[in-house]
């Protein structure tokens, strides 16, 4: 369900050609159902409001994927310096197409299930209550917006 204050979201660069940035985080404590949540809220935002959101979130999780993102916008900047732009496949975009920082936006945002790790607490009369820990794998994929990168 979509909260009325929700931000707008912007219209998605589809292109196979697009220029993509992308940051991973995988093992990460935490249940993926609860960091999901917290993806869904930033898919599709141009990437300062979907910081501004993670940074008064209270979720937990809010902080690991504010984390992925800064990376990924670091990943993003290292390789505008570099002329290493890359499509979705990997493939050194020839030539470099123009991107700003400033145009970039949350593409694709995902928390997938990581292994889980059973652990077993002690009950009453020597029983044992099986529990477990999850960790699931956020990933986060930047693309400038439609209209930018054209030379």
Same mark, same amino acid.
């Given at each position: 369900?979509?909260?009325?204050?929700?931000?707008?979201?912007? =219209?998605?660069?589809?292109?196979?050609?697009?220029?993509?940035?992308?940051?991973?985080?995988?093992?990460?404590?935490?249940?993926?159902? =609860?960091?999901? #949540?917290?993806?869904?809220?930033?898919?599709?935002? +141009?990437?300062?409001?979907?910081?501004? #959101? #993670?940074?008064?979130?209270? $979720?937990?999780?809010?902080?690991?994927?504010? =984390?992925?993102?800064?990376?990924?916008?670091?990943?993003?900047?290292?390789?505008?310096?570099?002329?290493?732009?890359?499509?979705?496949?990997?493939?050194?975009?020839?030539?470099?197409?123009?991107?700003?920082?400033?145009?970039?936006?949350?593409?694709?945002?995902?928390?997938?299930?990581?292994?889980?790790?059973?652990?077993?607490?002690? $009950?009453?009369?020597?029983?044992?209550?099986?529990?477990?820990?999850?960790?699931?794998?956020?990933?986060?994929? #930047?693309? +400038?917006?439609?209209?930018?990168?054209?030379?």
């Amino acid at each position: 369900m979509v909260a009325k204050s929700a931000k707008p979201r912007v =219209k998605r660069n589809e292109s196979k050609t697009a220029a993509e940035f992308k940051a991973f985080h995988q093992y990460a404590k935490g249940s993926p159902q =609860k960091a999901r #949540l917290v993806m869904d809220q930033i898919r599709g935002l +141009p990437i300062s409001d979907a910081l501004d #959101l #993670l940074q008064y979130s209270n $979720r937990r999780a809010a902080f690991q994927i504010r =984390k992925v993102l800064s990376s990924a916008v670091a990943n993003a900047n290292h390789a505008l310096e570099e002329d290493l732009i890359r499509d979705a496949q990997g493939i050194v975009i020839q030539p470099q197409p123009d991107v700003d920082i400033e145009d970039l936006y949350v593409h694709e945002a995902q928390a997938n299930d990581g292994p889980r790790q059973k652990r077993w607490r002690p $009950r009453a009369r020597g029983a044992a209550f099986p529990y477990r820990k999850y960790t699931c794998h956020l990933t986060i994929r #930047l693309r +400038p917006l439609s209209g930018a990168g054209k030379k």
